[in-house]
């Protein structure tokens, strides 16, 4: 399996609880490297943009309020296979299905409020990564 990277994004909702170094922390132990990192507030214009393709879906305003209700933390992730075993640390959209020892099913507050984002392919993890990071911030 090859060394890939991906894009993650602490949401509100954990880092309003001071928990970005616990999810952090189980990223790492998973078995990521955090080659980027940074905090930020996101504007509606951004998040609109991030999650485009959901905008047709009837939680797409919800959506845009919660991820512009705090600061997140946007990293980059790189290790084996990064895509999958990001998803895997995470567990599921819905906490209620997500497997016992995930960032979702120990942290997230509901299906919305649920902690962290990865994405969910090579190909938008790229188009995710440089829709928040400059290569010169991406230190490997
Ligand atoms: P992900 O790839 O596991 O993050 O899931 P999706 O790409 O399907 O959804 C993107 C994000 O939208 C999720 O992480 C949730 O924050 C939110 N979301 C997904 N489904 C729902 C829903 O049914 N209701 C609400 N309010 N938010 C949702």
Redesign the pocket.
């Known amino acids: 399996m090859a060394v890939t990277r991906t894009f993650s994004i602490i949401k509100p909702d954990a880092t309003r609880r001071n928990l970005t170094g616990a999810v952090t922390k189980m990223l790492e132990d998973g078995g990521l490297r955090v080659v980027a990192s940074k905090r930020i507030q996101m504007r509606k214009e951004q998040a609109e943009g991030f999650y485009g393709v959901?905008k047709e879906r009837p939680?797409f305003n919800?959506?845009v309020a919660f991820m512009t209700s705090g600061p997140v933390v946007v990293q980059v992730l790189e290790g084996e296979d990064a895509v999958a075993r990001n998803r895997e640390i995470m567990g599921a959209?819905n906490p209620a299905d997500a497997a016992e020892g995930t960032i979702r099913k120990t942290f997230a507050e509901s299906?919305?409020a649920?902690s962290a984002?990865g994405s969910?392919s090579d190909e938008n993890a790229k188009i995710e990564i440089d829709f928040f990071f400059t290569a010169d911030e991406i230190v490997g």
């Open positions: 959901h939680f919800d959506l959209t299906i919305e649920n984002h969910d």
